[in-house]
Nanobody, 117 residues
C-alpha cells in the first residue's frame, strides 16, 4: 500500500527556517508529481509548491514569494525548505503525489508547523 510520510514540522519563531521532508513508500513516485499543501486553522487547504515528475521546473504559490524551495532529494523523497517564516505560515503541511498537478491520489497525514511572533 502506497504511503507518504511527512516529517520536520515544529515550533519556530518568525524569521526562522524549517525543513520539511516527505518520503513515499509502497510504490515508485519517480514519474509522479510530488507537492506540498497546507491548511491553516479555519481555512481551506491550499497549494504551496509542486515538483513535477516530468522534469519540469517547480511551481510555487504566489504567497511563497521566494521564501520556500521544493526539491526532490531522491526518487521517492521531496523536501520543502522554508525560510523567513511568518506567523501566517502556521498550518498543517501535507505532502501529496499524483500523476499530474493538480490531481493528487496520495496524501500524507500532515505535519504541524507553528510560527510564533
Amino acid at each position: 500500500q502506497a504511503q507518504l510520510i511527512e516529517s520536520g514540522g515544529g515550533l519556530v519563531r518568525a524569521g526562522e527556517s524549517l525543513r520539511l521532508s516527505c518520503v513515499g513508500t509502497g510504490r515508485t513516485f519517480a514519474t509522479y508529481a510530488m507537492a506540498w499543501f497546507r491548511q491553516a486553522p479555519g481555512k481551506e487547504r491550499e497549494f504551496v509548491a509542486v515538483s513535477a515528475g516530468s522534469g519540469r521546473g517547480p511551481t510555487y504559490a504566489d504567497f511563497v514569494k521566494g521564501r520556500f524551495t521544493i526539491s526532490r532529494d531522491r526518487t521517492n523523497m521531496v523536501s520543502l525548505e522554508m525560510r523567513s517564516l511568518e506567523v501566517d505560515d502556521t498550518a498543517i503541511y501535507y505532502c501529496a503525489s499524483g500523476w499530474r498537478h493538480p490531481n493528487y491520489d496520495y496524501w500524507g497525514q500532515g505535519t504541524q508547523v507553528t510560527v510564533s511572533s
